[in-house]
């Protein structure tokens, strides 16, 4: 039953790898940009626009391509299988459906903007190899369906981005990129002790060894495969390895000094899309996996979830660093996405998914300008600043807006995503809807006060004169606020993509528990249709 379960889950793509191309050719780039001669870093920037641009649109041809009616629990499209290691049962298998879809577009779209905004980088040579090596990991993340070869993009993606931050960050980098480094390796021998166990679990109880998960997931999550209490221990193991990611409370730690840290295009990336591996591993494996150990564990990493939330949002209030206040407004964000995935409903699920495209976006353009303003003031002490409002105008302006966008100010997309996520969360799990709303409110304080800071009263000093935003610098943040704007209006696109899979995921664990989601949760896409302006 559990192989027919999985070969009829998914139709093998016979034309063009698109998956396996998103993959590749960022690899192929970077091979490209390291025999460029160093005394030639034009052509090693042309390198990097041309092989990003190519991925990006190899990206929105995919989101053209999605067929949003084709649908069910692990049914995948584009889907790609080839032998690989096949005498430890490890495949070459991708495929994508409504969870990873904007995962992958969101990832093809950050790289090129950050390529741009660093045009004047130092060794632009490493920095361009490390930058397309670190985007084919990713993108290997959100695409891989056999379990090892998700666990080597995950692990392979802490390289690049340990040389970007350590190579290019700022005075404290070496200790931000190996504490990074340490942390997330740290958590995902956790994560790696749990595929192993899964997998040898399936082979001792007769089958041959493999890590396809659209067959480990239907044995595992069916009664009587595994002890209550084995499943929930390995629910355990791949959640640390997943929550050290996200960062979930207390596993944060080591993101502020990171975020801080960073260049400016490793924030965008590690904000954008990195954490999101933590999130999409939850929704991806832990949940469909063990669905029973996530119905009794969900109120323990709602609670994470909650603290996260508001200490996130608390203590960004009191950083001066603006850079580390948007690193810690990130752990806030990421915690409404947990908070959206264990209320484990409809409403809750795409909300999350939504937030993860939403803050990507938003964040994404907030450490973009803090960067470009950091460049001008050489400080991102907000006591600093100060009337930049009268001094660049058109930077004061773009600030703001996308401050607003973070806040989750209705018109944006950080409000559709917030509100599913506590709506979904508020008809199961009430009482932590209530106390997480303080954080919107929590994001408010912290974002309008710096805003109130560093853009109001006289320019006086440094802030006299400064320039504003040439046209590569717009052109690096203005498509990520226009598109924050756009789906905050008609966030139908997306929604017609991920509430399939949403539906599917509460479906499979109704199934396979005896847990059932309110009966007001089944009309999620009458309730994202409201949203949508529909």
């Given at each position: 039953m559990v192989h027919v379960l999985a070969a009829s889950s998914h139709a093998t793509n016979q034309g063009f790898p698109l998956l396996t191309a998103l993959i590749v050719l960022p690899f192929i780039g970077a091979v490209v940009a390291l025999l460029v001669p160093v005394r030639r870093p034009e052509l090693i920037r042309v390198v990097g626009y041309i092989t990003t641009a190519a991925t990006f649109g190899?990206?929105?041809?995919?989101?053209?391509?999605?067929?949003?009616?084709?649908?069910?629990?692990?049914?995948y499209q584009l889907v790609e299988r080839h032998r690989w290691m096949g005498e430890f049962g490890v495949q070459w298998f991708l495929g994508v459906d409504g969870i990873s879809l904007f995962m992958v577009a969101l990832n093809a779209l950050l790289f090129p903007l950050g390529l741009l905004a660093?045009?004047?980088?130092?060794?632009?040579?490493?920095?361009?190899?490390?930058?397309?090596?670190?985007?084919?990991?990713?993108?290997?993340?959100?695409?891989?369906?056999?379990?090892?070869?998700?666990?080597?993009?995950?692990?392979?993606?802490?390289?690049?981005?340990?040389?970007?931050?350590?190579?290019?960050?700022?005075?404290?980098?070496?200790?931000?990129?190996?504490?990074?480094?340490?942390?997330?390796?740290?958590?995902?021998?956790?994560?790696?002790?749990?595929?192993?166990?899964?997998?040898?679990?399936?082979?001792?109880?007769?089958?041959?060894?493999?890590?396809?998960?659209?067959?480990?997931v239907p044995w595992a999550s069916a009664h009587g495969s595994l002890a209550v209490i084995t499943s929930k221990w390995l629910f355990l193991a791949f959640a640390v390895g997943f929550a050290v990611k996200i960062p979930l409370f207390p596993f944060h730690t080591w993101l502020p000094d990171a975020h801080t840290q960073a260049p400016t295009a490793g924030s965008v990336v590690l904000a954008g899309v990195m954490l999101k591996m933590g999130t999409y591993g939850f929704l991806r494996f832990s949940v469909p996996m063990f669905p029973q150990a996530a119905v009794d564990l969900a109120p323990v990493l709602l609670v994470l979830a909650v603290i996260g939330i508001t200490y996130g949002a608390i203590v960004a209030a009191m950083q001066p660093d603006l850079k580390r206040l948007i690193a810690y407004s990130s752990i806030a964000h990421l915690g409404f996405v947990v908070l959206g995935t264990f209320a484990l409903t409809t409403q809750g699920i795409s909300g999350g998914l939504f937030?993860?495209?939403?803050?990507?976006?938003?964040?994404?353009?907030?450490f973009l300008l803090v960067g470009m303003l950091s460049d001008r003031r050489h400080t991102r002490e907000i006591a600093a600043f100060g009337g930049l409002w009268k001094s660049i105008p058109v930077f004061a302006g773009l600030f703001i807006a996308t401050a607003f966008a973070s806040i989750g100010l209705p018109g944006f997309s950080g409000f559709v995503g917030e509100f599913l996520a506590l709506l979904g969360a508020f008809l199961t799990s009430r009482?932590?809807?209530?106390?997480?709303?303080?954080?919107?409110?929590?994001?408010?304080?912290?974002?309008?006060?710096?805003?109130?800071?560093?853009?109001?009263?006289e320019p006086e000093g440094e802030n006299v004169g400064l320039p504003d935003l040439s046209l590569r610098e717009l052109a690096t943040v203005v498509p990520l606020l226009a598109l924050s704007l756009f789906l905050g209006f008609h966030p139908r696109p997306v929604l017609d993509r991920v509430d399939p899979a949403s539906r599917d995921l509460i479906a499979h664990v109704e199934q396979t528990t005896?847990?059932?989601?309110p009966a007001v949760a089944n009309n999620g896409p009458k309730v994202a249709a409201t949203v949508g302006g529909k």
């Open positions: 190899f990206a929105v041809y995919l989101l053209a391509d999605f067929n949003t009616a084709q649908h069910g629990f692990q049914h660093s045009s004047k980088v130092e060794q632009p040579k490493s920095f361009i190899v490390w930058m397309l090596l670190l985007e084919g990991a990713v993108m290997g993340v959100f695409l891989a369906l056999d379990l090892i070869v998700f666990f080597i993009f995950f692990e392979f993606v802490l390289v690049p981005m340990y040389f970007i931050i350590a190579g290019w960050g700022y005075d404290n980098r070496r200790y931000a990129a190996m504490k990074f480094f340490l942390y997330t390796m740290a958590g995902s021998a956790f994560l790696l002790v749990g595929i192993l166990s899964v997998a040898f679990l399936y082979q001792r109880a007769g089958h041959a060894l493999t890590f396809d998960s659209t067959v480990l937030t993860m495209l939403s803050h990507g976006l938003t964040t994404g353009a907030l009482w932590y809807a209530v106390v997480a709303t303080t954080g919107v409110i929590l994001a408010a304080v912290y974002l309008l006060w710096a805003v109130q800071r560093a853009f109001t009263g005896k847990y059932r989601q």
